[in-house]
């Protein structure tokens, strides 16, 4: 089982872009999935999340209305969208997986996750 991120770059402030998430080695169209980022020196914490059907999602206060998460689960993709992005935006950015199908609350806390892609390193400049 492989989660695969990428997307990130150097960008400026206001700037866009696209991660995505790609899972190979089983299929996860029945999980919900999140991003979580984690800055130098501070704990991963939780970015947004999506419901296995696509139909509900959830986001950190910090990037509510400037980040959108969707999937492809026939592709098994997840994508975030980033816009309007700030310097404290600038994280390594990490996919995963819940650790249970079809819940019906979202989760936001890391151990209610199981598979981790590698993450991929976004980095906004002033």
């Known amino acids: 089982v492989q989660l695969q991120a990428s997307g990130g770059g150097l960008v400026q402030a206001g700037d866009s872009l696209r991660l995505s998430c790609a899972a190979s080695?089983?299929?996860?169209?029945?999980?919900?999935m999140g991003w979580f980022r984690q800055a130098p020196g501070k704990e991963r914490e939780f970015v947004a999340a999506?419901?296995?059907?696509?139909?509900?999602?959830t986001y950190a206060g910090s990037v509510k209305g400037r980040f959108t998460i969707s999937r492809d689960s026939a592709k098994g993709t997840v994508f975030l969208q980033m816009n309007s992005l700030k310097p404290e935006d600038t994280a390594v950015y990490y996919c995963a997986v819940d650790r249970f199908p079809f819940i019906s609350v979202l989760h936001t806390d890391p151990k209610d996750f199981d598979y981790w892609g590698q993450g991929t390193l976004v980095t906004v400049s002033s």
């Open positions: 999506i419901n296995w059907s696509g139909a509900s999602t």
């Open positions: 080695g089983r299929t996860f169209r029945n999980y919900a």
